[in-house]
């Protein structure tokens, strides 16, 4: 097994399987700890929460949801909400990140911070500065080049002079 195909075996691990198939019809609610399994013993997940750590997981609502896209932190109460079609189908080591990522939304909505302040670009926004500045710091931990980063960082709906940005204000090298 190769570095990365340790790492990814250790991620896989993670996704429970439920008693049901997230495909299924409608909208769901189902608590974090449920399906993510074990994101307690993670330092990165321990390093956002601390002592907190589990019982935070063991409360924290995810929507499962016909959403287009990724998954986002809900600004009215603080739950995650998670694209069912990304969830089935993405990769799994851009799923965890983004759940690294997301948690940090979630700690920053309990801390009362304004998640989607209008104030500033996407890419600009101290809140998502520190979620990726977190999320790249795990992703190095995990083993992962910057071009593998780069390719984490790099979504669709992303500009090119965006992306950049981002990458320069989290230290990632672009090739
Ligand atoms: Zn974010």
């Not at 790492?7 to 769901?28: A, D, E, M, S, Y």
């Not at 074990?38 to 321990?46: M, R, T």
């Not at 809140?127 to 083993?143: D, K, N, W």
Request: charged share 30%; net charge negative; with cysteine.
């Amino acid at each position: 097994m190769t570095a990365i195909e340790y790492i990814l075996f250790r991620i896989l691990r993670l996704f429970r399987k439920l008693p049901f198939n997230i495909l299924g019809i409608g909208n769901r609610k189902i608590i974090f700890a449920e399906y993510f399994k074990d994101f307690e013993k993670i330092e990165a997940v321990k390093g956002i929460f601390g002592d907190k750590t589990q019982e935070i997981l063991n409360t924290l609502e995810v929507e499962l949801s016909w959403i287009m896209g990724y998954m986002y932190v809900d600004g009215s109460d603080g739950h995650l909400v998670i694209s069912k079609g990304y969830l089935s189908s993405g990769d799994k080591t851009d799923i965890y990140l983004d759940l690294i990522h997301e948690l940090c939304h979630v700690k920053q909505f309990m801390d009362g911070k304004e998640l989607f302040d209008p104030k500033y670009e996407y890419v600009d926004r101290p809140t998502e500065i520190e979620a990726y500045r977190y999320t790249v710091q795990e992703a190095r931990r995990l083993g992962l080049s910057d071009e593998r980063i780069c390719l984490y960082l790099r979504t669709e709906w992303m500009g090119e002079n965006d992306f950049r940005r981002l990458a320069r204000s989290v230290n990632v090298l672009i090739r």
